[in-house]
């Protein structure tokens, strides 16, 4: 995303773990849509109108009809960055930004800066975050044959009380089964 000279952008993989600790799928790095609220949530913070940043990690089955499209020679594009919600999120809590250590046996989200190299740095802000995210076993609940089909997901911001969308992407389906855990990385440039 673009405008006043400010790009924004934003990338993910997902790497989906089996029970023994073996990489099943690696996606690679791909580019994800930075949405028009995540520039919202930039401008209430630079007004001091109190927005708060990420808050959670929304995951989601998306379309069934998406399956057919991803398997052509043209596949769908991204989703617009008009974008304000998931197609079908999943019932399972979103998973959070957890304040201080996180609770084990509880998804949380980790959040760090990066420098310039994409390595992390504590102790200081830059314009480089990446948030990682841990779906364990059974988790989103399994819908149909032990596992949930996992098509889109977005991370979420609140400003005004509501949720607030930051990114937005949809991938082809990854079927995490019940005994399977999913780490997904997003890393955001500013």
Not at 27 to 40: A, E, F, L, P, Q
Not at 49 to 72: C, F, H, M
Not at 131 to 137: D, E, G, I, R, Y
Request: glycine residues 10%; negative net charge; contains cysteine.
């Amino acid at each position: 995303m673009t405008g006043n000279g400010i790009s924004i952008k934003g990338m993910y993989r997902d790497v989906l773990i089996d029970p023994d600790r073996g990489v099943t799928y690696d996606s690679g790095w791909h580019s994800n849509t930075i949405v028009r609220h995540c520039r919202v949530l930039i401008a209430g913070f630079m007004k001091n109108e109190s927005p708060g940043g990420i808050q959670y990690l929304a995951v989601g089955r998306g379309k069934d009809e998406w399956d057919g499209q991803w398997n052509t020679a043209t596949p769908p594009g991204p989703p617009l960055d008009t974008v304000a919600a998931l197609e079908s999120q999943a019932v399972d809590s979103p998973i959070r930004v957890e304040p201080g250590a996180p609770v084990p046996g509880e998804e949380y989200l980790q959040i760090v800066y990066l420098d310039p190299a994409d390595q992390p740095v504590f102790g200081q802000p830059t314009s480089r975050l990446q948030v990682t995210a841990t779906l364990k076993p059974g988790y989103p609940a399994p819908v149909e044959f032990n596992t949930y089909p996992l098509r889109e997901f977005g991370l979420f911001g609140s400003f005004g009380g509501q949720p607030f969308m930051i990114n937005c992407v949809r991938h082809p389906v990854i079927y995490k089964d019940l005994s399977a855990t999913l780490v997904r990385e997003i890393k955001l440039y500013f």
